[in-house]
């Protein structure tokens, strides 16, 4: 299904899915303790309702021991009225007791299960392609992955302790009243039961409608606070925090409509129920009061029957939020299972072996990509790269420079032709193994939100302190880092923008070093940098790439002068390629763009 297919419905067939995909959390054949766990819960639960429903006799004896009266509870009266209403308090307390024992034994369970599907979501998302991200919004996103984890626990929660103890209670109170009182009372309860889950039910459906409207409005409102929050210092430049704050705020208004409507439907719930509710105990209330009056039911039985009525309401009043709660539940986990039921566009073959680089020859043979079929980028483009040599590729933007990266990194797979290391078609390999093999230097290189230390380590986690601090040194950062009152526990801010982009670069380099790669790929690495800043990390980049085999991706022309041999990329095809002065000396396409940016040089530093 393609993400834009993806909704936030969910069918009754669909709810069943759901379930279904949820089940294994709560029986896994590989996990007994889980299973006992849910067992020994399961019988807590039933020890719950028992006591639950066999407290108002003791209550019922209590009362007919205070009026003198004789009952067939009469073996209880040897307690004595204090004794019973003793027994009657360490009742209700064991029910509660065993509830909270069985949610305690139950709460590993729910866990478990929140956690393994958590980190199931979130290893599924970095195993999407490229193009996947790419067309769907980070707030949006994070959102569903969210509200789906937290209806796993909720879900397994409330199935079993809510709406399966709720009818399990109704039976053995619907089987007492009609075994120590009669049939009738059991018709009235078991019709007002009836008409209280129908209205609760119907109602809830409709209050999902307007739930979903206000989940659509509150994931909209996020992807715009977030996207803006990102884009912090464009919205700076345009000085559009009122159209941002506009823009959130539109996205607000509609959340605060469908709000108020939930607020408004749940009040004609609540009242609805309580009518229902209300009508229901006074009819049997009135029953049972004739029965006192003309002598077949004692003052203890009337007693009794506002008892179990009142022990019904109770439950019965948390119905219409538990339903809604479970039809939510199954909604938001729906749309995190259809995220983890997106394929990954680029897949290991099985037994897929690893990836060897005795050398690092890179081959492109006559490799044809799209992204969109109707729009082909690369046009039969064929390239070798000898191992330890320097290819660059320059072009106008568009020409499919990039593309060729990343095709190079397989976030996608091309549509024709090969692309081989070292002989190995990178589709006949692991990726994992392939990744480990390139080392990436971006144009613009993002920071996690971490310290400085943290961001070069990421390259190999593994490494010494002194291997870091090596790297750092390589990068020309390490001075520059000590100088710094934190060094390299310095925090380095979201995307790392607390640091300068040459700063950034070399924290950049210094982690691609560390990770020590044979295969490097520079990708514009420096064109979003000053000249004097350009000058001293292309030095670096210059000492990285000695024993390596380098593909530059340039924009500016004097960065990739010396490289082994450079390729003219336009519209896809290979137009032009050489060494820098023979390709001047042709007098070509190369050396109209040498030419162009050299008196562009000119004028800037005129």
């Given amino acids: 299904m393609p993400p834009s297919q993806i909704t936030s419905t969910e069918s009754p067939k669909g709810g069943w899915r759901t379930i279904r995909r949820v089940l294994p959390y709560l029986w896994p054949a590989d ?11 399961m019988i807590l639960l039933l020890a719950s309702k028992l006591v639950s429903v066999g407290t108002p006799f003791i209550y019922k004896a209590a009362v007919d021991s205070l009026s003198g009266e004789v009952t067939d509870a009469a073996w ?10 003793v027994a009657y308090g360490i009742a209700r307390l064991m029910t509660n007791g065993f509830q909270q024992l069985r949610d305690a034994v139950f709460a590993r369970v729910g866990q478990r299960a929140l956690r393994q599907l958590a980190l199931e979501t979130f290893t599924h998302m970095h195993n999407l392609s490229m193009r ?8 949006g996103l994070s959102r569903i992955i969210e509200r789906g984890v937290k209806g796993v626990e909720f879900l397994l929660r409330f199935m079993l302790f809510s709406i399966g103890p709720l009818v399990l209670e109704l039976l053995m109170i619907a089987a007492v009243l009609y075994v120590v009182f009669d049939a009738w009372y059991l018709a009235v309860v078991a019709g007002t039961i009836a008409l209280y889950v129908w209205f609760t039910f119907r109602v809830t459906e409709w209050r999902v409608r307007i739930r979903k409207q206000m989940n659509d409005q509150d994931t909209d409102a996020n992807q715009k606070a977030i996207d803006s929050l990102l884009n912090f210092e464009t919205v700076k430049y345009f000085g559009a925090e009122r159209r941002e704050a506009d823009r959130y705020d539109g996205a607000m ?13 749940l009040a004609f719930l609540n009242f609805g129920q309580a009518l229902l509710i209300t009508c229901g105990l006074v009819g049997v209330m009135v029953m049972a009061a004739m029965g006192v009056s003309d002598g077949t039911l004692t003052v203890g039985d009337f007693v009794m029957v506002n008892a179990y009525m009142i022990q019904i309401t109770m439950p019965l009043n948390f119905l219409g939020t538990v339903y809604r709660e479970i039809r939510q539940s199954l909604v938001d986990m729906g749309e995190m299972f259809d995220l983890l039921g997106q394929p990954a566009e680029v897949q290991d073959k099985p037994d897929a072996p690893d990836l060897k680089v005795p050398g690092g020859e890179l081959v492109f043979d006559d490799i044809l990509f799209g992204y969109d079929a109707a729009r082909p980028i690369l046009k039969g483009v064929s390239l070798k790269v000898p191992a330890g040599r320097t290819v660059a590729i320059v072009g106008p933007s568009g020409s499919g420079k990039s593309t060729i990266g990343r095709l190079m990194f397989r976030f996608y797979d091309v549509n024709g032709g090969a692309l081989r290391i070292d002989g190995q078609d990178v589709r006949d390999i692991t990726q994992e193994s392939l990744h480990q093999a390139i080392g990436v230097v971006p144009q613009d290189t993002v920071l996690f939100n971490d310290s400085i230390y943290y961001n070069i380590a990421y390259g190999r986690p593994e490494a010494s302190r002194s291997e870091v601090e090596a790297a750092a040194k ?19 801010g979201e995307r790392g923008l607390k640091l300068s982009g040459g700063e950034k670069q070399r924290v950049g380099i210094a982690r691609t070093l560390l990770k020590n790669p044979p295969i490097l790929l520079l990708d514009e690495a420096t064109s979003a940098l000053d000249t004097e800043t350009e000058r001293d990390i292309q030095e670096s980049l210059k000492a990285m790439g000695q024993g390596r085999t380098v593909i530059t991706i340039a924009h500016r022309l004097s960065t990739i002068a010396d490289a082994d041999e450079i390729v003219v990329l336009e519209q896809g095809v290979i137009t032009e390629r050489g060494r820098h002065d023979d390709l001047l000396a042709r007098g070509g396409r190369y050396a109209s763009m040498w030419a162009r940016q050299a008196a562009e040089e000119e004028e800037d530093a005129a």
């Fill in 31 to 41: 996990h007994p303790w889980v299973k006992n766990r849910v067992v020994l819960a």
């Fill in 76 to 85: 209880m009266l040897g307690l004595g009225a204090v004794g019973l209403t």
């Fill in 132 to 139: 996947y991200h790419i067309t769907r919004k980070t707030g």
């Fill in 253 to 265: 208004a509609g959340y605060e409509e469908a709000a108020l409507k939930t607020s408004y439907s």
């Fill in 474 to 492: 390589a990068a020309r950062i390490h001075d520059f880092v000590l100088s710094l009152p934190e060094g390299y526990d310095t925090q380095v």
